[in-house]
Nanobody, 115 residues
Framework: QVQLVESGGGLVQAGGSLRLSCAAS????????MAWYRQAPGKQRELVAR???????NYADSAKGRFTISRNNAENTVYLQMNGLKPEDTAVYYC?????????WGQGTQVTVSS
């Protein structure tokens, strides 16, 4: 059974940086399209960034220029480097992996940005 485990969240001041990690168990990671979503209190879950199995990327407008998604298939890990954090980035961040027959979610990691 494939599982996703996020780490790297925390409390940071506005303008600071965090790097989130999502580690996958199992042998299918390289086939997964991976994404980071976030959900703020009282709001719907929204896509932050996506990276395909071929490492093509796309970003939500709110993330462009500040966040970078990357993957290391040898380590079965996807990363989200977040720079220039703003209070409105405060949310639970979730890792998602999709492939044929798979739609995987991690448990989430809290990111809190103080003003």
């Amino acid at each position: 059974q494939v599982q996703l485990v996020e780490s790297g969240g925390g409390l940071v001041q506005a303008g600071g940086s965090l790097r989130l990690s999502c580690a996958a168990s199992g042998s299918i990671f390289s086939s997964l399209a991976m994404a980071w979503y976030r959900q703020a209190p009282g709001k719907q879950r929204e896509l932050v960034a996506r990276i395909t199995s071929g490492s093509n990327t796309n970003y939500a407008d709110s993330a462009k220029g500040r966040f970078t998604i990357s993957r290391n298939n040898a380590e079965n890990t996807v990363y989200l480097q977040m720079n220039g954090l703003k209070p409105e980035d405060t949310a639970v961040y979730y890792c998602n992996g999709i492939a044929r027959g798979y739609n995987l979610w991690g448990q989430g990691t809290q990111v809190t940005v103080s003003s």
